[in-house]
């Protein structure tokens, strides 16, 4: 019998792999979906997409799909007043039942430029524990495609780089963990490109 892996699911346990995954992010055209990204695995086979804005008719709104084009993933930038006096940035990820928004699986905060000095964005899953407040931090620079997903205890999840001579902002590669949920970590990148104002964005 193999070693028992343990998974650490947000969005499904359907998407934690026993073994490492080596996904491939490919940016579509802004005219397709509202412009995102396909993600395929290792026999170029898509995995999920990520539809950016333009095909929901707002901004800072992001769907999660998976192989065969269902939403999963629900994602939002939450605004208002009480958002645009805070510090950070919120960003909320909803599963997604019949194509609305649900149960709401993790809460990220983009930290906004004070004095020229930039956090490390956190992610915290839901439900969130007293002792916590946050479990998941991005580090490096997504911009250059040299960051990584960590939990807390400093163990990389996701290692997001450049890989092959076609490699670059437009195509890249994203390793996932065994045990830790492949569409969470779609829907943190998902983010991530719209924060940058890339494929996502409008």
């Not at 080596?22 to 395929?40: A, E, H, S, Y």
């Not at 095909?55 to 709104?61: F, K, T």
């Not at 994203?174 to 409008?202: K, M, W």
């Amino acid at each position: 019998m193999g070693a028992y892996t343990t998974i650490f699911p947000v969005v499904s346990k359907i998407f934690c792999s026993s073994s490492h995954a080596v996904l491939m992010v490919r940016r579509r055209p802004p005219t397709v979906n509202g412009g995102g990204f396909v993600v395929t695995d290792q026999n170029q086979r898509a995995v999920f997409s990520v539809d950016g804005c333009g095909i929901i008719g707002a901004s800072g709104q992001l769907i999660v799909r998976d192989a065969d084009g269902s939403a999963i993933l629900f994602i939002h930038k939450k605004e208002g007043v009480v958002q645009a006096l805070s510090v950070n940035n919120w960003w909320k990820g909803y599963l997604s039942d019949y194509g609305e928004p649900s149960k709401l699986v993790f809460s990220l905060q983009d930290p906004k430029p004070v004095l020229c000095i930039k956090g490390d964005i956190q992610v915290t899953v839901e439900p969130k524990g007293r002792k916590r407040h946050w479990d998941y931090e991005v580090t490096g620079s997504f911009v250059e495609r040299s960051c990584a997903i960590k939990n807390r205890a400093g163990h990389v999840a996701a290692q997001i780089g450049v890989k092959g001579m076609l490699a670059g902002r437009d195509f890249y590669q994203v390793v996932v963990q065994p045990g830790y949920d492949q569409a969470f970590v779609v829907g943190v990148i998902a983010i991530l490109d719209n924060i940058h104002g890339e494929s996502t964005r409008c």
